[in-house]
């Protein structure tokens, strides 16, 4: 059900009070006005803290600064006379002993007149005396097809040629913005390009990251990354290679759902933040991280608040790659937490929704130890799939000397012995063989001469990798991992 049709629904049916929680207050409105014109028979009346009453034939700014007697006014209207009564931010006044009272009383008479109140916000915050009189309106970001009309017309206002092929690209460019933003930065390119072409992507990408980096918990990443710079985890490779196409227009068209995400759990240092990165350049997606540590604030209800706003940027910015670093260290024990439940009803949040979601965010959480997740995280139905990325094994290591060293000394990687080195490292992670390569750079640098082979050798003796600092703990994440209780991203 479209917004407009569920917002003549609860008109008709009474409904005494609906609140609306959007950025886009002057598209709400209209969208309101052109309803209620077209569909309803009622006048609309519209107030502000500042201003009062806009729009009252008989006393202009009536009720300004008065949040009270803003609902008086509604009170003494003519009970016969069909109305709508929009009020702006009015829910900072909810808490107020008065205008809570007043509300409910209201009710009573609302429900038997053609009368409406909606309340307009752009916060969401309904005191839980007053939730069952107030019902909840999703008003979403423009869509698609609203996205590609304001950019029509913005075309032919201007008298700009344009294609189907620009007009897409702007399209998916556009997602998650507001229509008062794209109408801003499309002035912005104008005014510094004097047309909108391809190049002009970069700068509603850069609008993008602004909207992000406001949110104080959401970061947009870049990574030039790519598949082919992770050795080994060819299992995951191919699970990803499958569904590289799946947010495609063809993949909707074949009625294929889009994959929900995926846990990558294993030993530090074994690629699973890269593997991460490098899923959302490989499918030619947004990267959003969430820093989850942010999400946890210090009044109560701040954490969920957070959770929320976070997920509506990210529907918003759909397809997109929501990656979640080291999931475990914030719902690990979540029972055992003095934070007055906080955990766990972020926990049992975030979960539902992963659940339940039906946008194209592919969630890619990474976890240190599984064994640390509540069991709801990791049950069916949250991700698409769990992979446990291990130490790499002998052929694996030769692959990420040789990716190493091609970055390094790309015109002569060949002259160094990777089967030699990948020898003399067994069990040491990804993480670990990059340093001991960088170690020997060093080493060689100091001296001002190139590094060997020999210098590498060296540099690995010398480094202590994890699996030997913890070993009964990696022993027995490997062990649990190979029991068959979980799938496996490298090739055995």
Not at 174 to 184: A, D, P, Y
Not at 238 to 263: C, H, M
Not at 481 to 488: D, F, Q, V, Y
């Amino acid at each position: 059900m479209t917004f407009d049709q569920e917002l003549l629904l609860l008109l008709k049916a009474r409904y005494p009070i609906i609140y609306i929680k959007t950025i886009e207050e002057d598209r709400v409105e209209l969208l309101i006005r052109r309803n209620v014109k077209i569909n309803l028979n009622r006048s609309i009346y519209t107030w502000d803290y500042v201003d009062g009453y806009t729009n009252n034939p008989n006393s202009e700014k009536f009720a300004r600064r008065n949040p009270l007697q803003a609902l008086e006014f509604i009170e003494d209207l003519n009970a016969e006379t069909p109305a709508v009564f929009l009020l702006k931010d009015f829910n900072k006044f909810l808490t107020d002993l008065s205008v809570a009272r007043k509300l409910k009383n209201l009710t009573r008479f609302l429900k038997l007149q053609p009368k409406t109140i909606i309340i307009v916000s752009s916060e969401l915050n309904i005191p839980s005396e007053l939730s069952d009189f107030i019902t909840l309106l999703k008003f979403d970001l423009p869509n698609s097809i609203e996205i590609e009309q304001e950019l029509f017309r913005l075309f032919d206002s201007l008298d700009i040629e344009t294609n189907s092929l620009l007009i897409q690209d702007l399209v998916k460019a556009c997602k998650g913005l507001s229509i008062e933003r794209i109408r801003r930065v499309l002035s912005k390119i104008l005014a510094t390009y004097k047309t909108i072409d391809l190049d002009s992507i970069r700068l509603i990408l850069n609008e993008k990251r602004q909207i992000i980096s406001q949110t104080g918990i959401l970061e947009y990443s870049s990574v030039k990354q790519t598949l082919n710079n992770i050795g080994g985890i060819q299992n995951l490779k191919n699970w990803l290679k499958k569904r590289r196409s799946a947010f495609s227009s063809k993949a909707i068209d074949y009625g294929l759902p889009s994959p929900r995400g995926l846990l990558l759990v294993g030993v530090q240092g074994t690629g699973k933040s890269l593997t991460a990165k490098v899923i959302a350049n490989d499918w030619q997606l947004p990267l959003l991280r969430l820093d989850i540590g942010r999400l946890f604030g210090g009044i109560v209800g701040e954490s969920e608040l957070r959770l929320r706003q976070t997920i509506e940027v990210a529907e918003a910015l759909a397809p997109c790659v929501l990656w979640i670093d080291e999931i475990d260290k914030a719902f690990s024990n979540t029972d055992s937490k003095g934070d007055s439940g906080t955990s766990n009803r972020v926990l049992g949040s975030f979960t539902s929704w992963l659940s339940e979601k039906n946008s194209s965010v592919f969630v890619v959480a990474t976890a240190n130890n599984i064994k640390q997740l509540p069991l709801e995280m990791i049950r069916k139905g949250r991700f698409d799939e769990i992979f446990f990325l291990d130490l790499p094994t002998y052929k694996e290591r030769i692959e990420i000397f040789e990716i190493h060293l091609k970055e390094f000394r790309p015109l002569n990687w060949e002259t160094y012995d990777c089967s030699r080195l990948a020898t003399l490292s067994i069990r040491f992670s990804g993480a670990e063989i990059k340093q001991s390569i960088i170690d020997a750079m060093y080493y060689a640098f100091y001296e001002k001469r190139e590094f060997t082979t020999e210098d590498i050798q060296k540099a690995l003796t010398e480094v202590i990798p994890l699996s030997q600092l913890d070993d009964l703990k990696v022993q027995e994440i490997q062990n649990w991992a190979l029991s068959g209780r979980i799938r496996l991203a490298s090739e055995k």
